[in-house]
């Protein structure tokens, strides 16, 4: 099974297979998720984020595989200590985002005062506490989506699974948001989140899990996993026009832009000679290999 870094695996997916009708949309999935961490899940539409959420969860059952929590697998109980932010959404448009969020704390066995305690510190961290006495229905999406985050926090849940938490959301409200995640974490939460956002989890996540078709494609620590895919690529600053690097065994130019160029290096060429010539020839203001962005691992991996 692959783990997604060395820490500690709470949450287990070992190799779960999923099927609807005769088309098979989970094959052999494996991964792991570290408490006090944020698991970013990226697919493209259709690869079996949703499917797989809703089996950590239980809302689906899986063909074969298992899904355990430190060790144990997952029944009603340990389930109860999880908080889950389905696709669908599940917020009554006709109550208040108070009454509805005290609710389903007491659901998961705080009491009234706990429960209400705990919500209005939340609404007011989502910057939602002005709408805590509106119905759901009343709100812009992007604030029913703040709800619904309140909505999955409010019992301090152990695991936290965040199906497209930041979709509809303004860049303002997914800073807020990420903060309050990081925070979570930061206190020890398990935090599992599926986005198309790449750039948002590129900036959030600590581990990624990549899933294309069904199949894990890649898992680790985003930053292991840049230095997995780096490619033998540099970026250079001169001080003069860095056209001279045409000529330079192994180079390949993939763009010159007067005094910047970025290119690779074909195997077995070393950077440092390139650095001395560029040196050679006068100033050097940059010099380093490029690191891909998550948009290119993931393009890479999903192929
Ligand atoms: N209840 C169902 N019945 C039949 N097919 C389903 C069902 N649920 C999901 N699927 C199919 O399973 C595949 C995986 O769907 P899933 O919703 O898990 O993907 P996803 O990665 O969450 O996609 P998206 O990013 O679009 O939400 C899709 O082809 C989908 O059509």
């Not at 152990?158 to 938490?165: A, H, I």
């Not at 033998?232 to 763009?255: C, F, H, K, M, S």
């Amino acid at each position: 099974m692959p783990t997604v870094n060395g820490m500690n695996p709470d949450l287990s997916v070992d190799a779960v297979d999923r099927s609807f009708g005769d088309r098979q949309v989970l094959k052999d999935v494996s991964f792991t998720v570290a408490s006090g961490r944020l698991t970013g899940f990226v697919g493209a539409n259709g690869a079996g984020k949703t499917t797989t959420m809703r089996i950590i969860l239980g809302v689906l059952a899986a063909d074969s595989g298992t899904v355990s929590w430190r060790g144990e697998p997952l029944g009603r109980e340990i389930r109860q200590r999880f908080g889950y932010m389905p696709e669908e959404r599940g917020l009554y448009p006709k109550m208040s985002v108070l009454d509805q969020i005290v609710y389903l704390g007491r659901l998961h066995g705080l009491d009234a005062a706990t429960a209400r305690r705990r919500t209005m510190a939340l609404l007011e961290r989502l910057e939602l506490a002005e709408r805590a006495n509106d119905h759901v229905q009343k709100l812009s999406l992007g604030n029913q989506q703040r709800a619904q985050i309140a909505a999955a926090l409010v019992h301090d849940p152990e695991l936290l699974v965040l199906d497209e938490p930041f979709s509809g959301l303004d860049p303002l409200a997914v800073d807020n948001v990420v903060t309050v995640l990081r925070e979570r974490a930061a206190a020890g939460a398990a935090v599992l989140f599926s986005s198309h956002q790449l750039d948002v989890v590129e900036r959030l996540c600590d581990d990624l899990v990549i899933i294309a078709d069904g199949t894990i494609r890649a898992a680790g620590d985003r930053s292991g996993l840049r230095d997995q895919y780096a490619l033998p690529r540099y970026r250079i600053e001169v001080g003069g026009d860095a056209g001279w690097l045409r000529d330079q065994p192994g180079v390949t130019l993939i763009d010159l832009d007067g005094r910047h160029a970025t290119f690779d290096l074909e195997p077995g060429f070393e950077d440092q000679p390139i650095l001395r010539a560029a040196l050679d020839r006068g100033p050097v203001h940059a010099f380093g290999p490029v690191r891909p962005s998550l948009a290119e691992i993931f393009r890479e991996v999903i192929q």
